[in-house]
């Protein structure tokens, strides 16, 4: 008996720290973390879009080009703020991201696509207020030509700029000069020939790869700054640079971009610096995740984007919690209906359970989605049906005239081979569901697996340690003949 009730003192502990971990977001008690439910796309609203390897039809895209693809795209995701986004490989060429929760999609589905190829450009061949002009227009650089220098060297950040603005699109043209006719009594008509001037290729002296950090930081008018921090290579490449090219303009070009013209002041020897210019907090944040987290290896494009509205997201999740809280009322009820006394002790430890693993998806964390909530729910089925087969093992050594002590340990025995044997292959499906959804993109199907999985093992340990320990605690000092009633025997 005595081991009985350190085992309840154990359980009171587990399910008060989960209570604990359960409480509303705005009730801080005792130093509690800060710990949320994270909901998914299809319940709080967000975004849904595919993308896909931008390369001509028939190429075969690398497969390790691929996945570092998806992993700058998820650290892309994550450094805009946005929690328990989902990015998936599907197939050879497609990636899927889920954003739940954000407020622009427009400008996070552009700062997932961006290939962010920072480029640091020579402009000495002309003034800074010309330079000036160039501000968002594309440009030609020889940075990746066939025919151009191809640069080796790393590149790094600037320092002064002007501001950055949406990115248009500027197709480059090339300027015809009409002949000019003249005609005069008596004289032979003479025209100028056509004029077709050079297109300006512009010299990339360095790219982004020697960026160690980039931050956004407040400037002393109240706006922002991305200030960056080179590797000890691209620190000595770019104070060679500045101590060269002092009053020259060094262009920092994005995607073949003119984002910023920066005069060089002085040498910067440090590795370090900060790109200024009228930042708005979105679009300095923006270029930081882009610098921040590099280019990507090969360039994509959006094939379908699919908008979840926060009304649609929670009507979901209201229909959801009316739907578990009536199937978990349901199966109280028939708990205790159906068992009497043993039932009213599997409908605590039913609450337990699910305080229990509520607190897990919470802390772990664990995004709940509609098939989250539904692996949830039929795991309350998995929890329910082992202690059925308790109960009715219990029945039966009632019913051949044994203690309520001996026949409790007799059921549970003879029950826990069916218990354990089940959830096993339970956790071996869940672990079929999971591998599949993350090689095919099937970010539902993990959802479900994973909710599943983990109801499961607490299911276990409610099934195997809480529902005893209240058997014996309850029962032990009971006489059966006196109450057959109480066991619905």
């Known amino acids: 008996m005595s081991r009985q009730y350190r085992t309840l003192i154990i359980i009171v502990v587990i399910v008060i720290i989960a209570i604990w971990l359960d409480l509303p977001n705005n009730l801080s008690l005792f130093g509690r973390p800060n710990v949320f439910t994270h909901l998914g796309l299809d319940l709080v609203g967000g975004v849904q879009a595919l993308l896909e390897a931008d390369v001509p039809a028939g190429t075969t895209v690398d497969p390790t080009s691929m996945n570092t693809a998806v992993k700058i795209v998820e650290n892309r995701v994550n450094g805009l703020g ?114 077709t001037p050079t297109l ?81 907090s979105a679009s300095a944040n923006q270029l930081a995740v882009q610098l921040r987290y590099g280019s990507l290896p090969i360039p994509l494009k959006v094939v379908e984007v699919s908008i979840v509205g926060p009304t649609l997201g929670q009507d979901s999740l209201r229909k959801s919690l009316i739907a578990g809280g009536v199937g978990l009322g349901i199966v109280i009820f028939f708990m205790a209906f159906y068992y009497r006394l043993p039932g009213l002790l599997a409908d605590l430890a039913l609450i337990c359970y699910a305080l229990i693993a509520f607190s897990v998806f919470r802390s772990y964390p664990i995004t709940l989605t509609l098939p989250g909530i539904a692996g949830f729910v039929l795991s309350i089925g998995m929890a329910v049906d082992a202690n059925i087969l308790i109960f009715e093992r219990l029945k039966e050594e009632l019913r051949a005239g044994r203690s309520l002590r001996p026949a409790i340990d007799l059921g549970w025995g003879r029950a826990w081979p069916s218990i354990r044997d089940s959830n096993f292959s339970t956790l071996i499906t869940c672990g079929v569901l999971y591998f599949f959804g993350s090689a095919f993109g099937a970010s539902i199907v993990k959802g479900f697996s994973l909710t599943l999985a983990i ?35």
């Open 200 to 280: 300006q290729i512009w010299h990339t002296v360095m790219t982004g790869s020697a960026i160690q950090n980039v931050n956004v930081v407040p400037d002393q008018t109240g706006g922002y700054q991305v200030a960056f921090t080179l590797t000890s290579d691209g620190g000595k490449i770019f104070s060679d640079i500045t101590s060269a090219h002092v009053g020259d303009v060094l262009a920092i070009i994005l995607d073949k971009e003119v984002i910023s013209t920066p005069t060089i002041q002085n040498a910067i020897t440090d590795g370090k610096g900060v790109i200024t210019g009228k930042f708005t």
């Open 455 to 489: 109801g499961v093992l607490v299911s276990l340990f409610t099934a195997v340690i809480v529902t005893r320990t209240f058997l014996h605690l309850v029962l032990d000092n009971l006489r059966f003949a006196e109450h057959p009633k109480w066991f619905g025997v």
């Open 82 to 195: 946005v929690s328990e986004a989902v990015v998936q490989k599907a197939g050879s060429q497609r990636i899927v991201v889920e954003i739940p929760g954000v407020k622009d999609p427009q400008q996070a589905i552009a700062t997932i696509k961006t290939t962010g190829l920072l480029e640091f450009v020579d402009m000495s061949s002309i003034s800074p207020q010309e330079a000036f002009t160039m501000i968002n227009q594309k440009i030609v650089t020889d940075f990746g030509s066939t025919s151009g220098p191809q640069q080796p060297s790393p590149v790094v950040t600037p320092t002064l700029g002007s501001s950055p603005t949406t990115s248009p699109t500027l197709t480059a043209t090339t300027e015809v000069i009409s002949p000019t006719i003249k005609t005069t009594p008596g004289a032979i008509t003479s025209t100028t020939p056509t004029q």
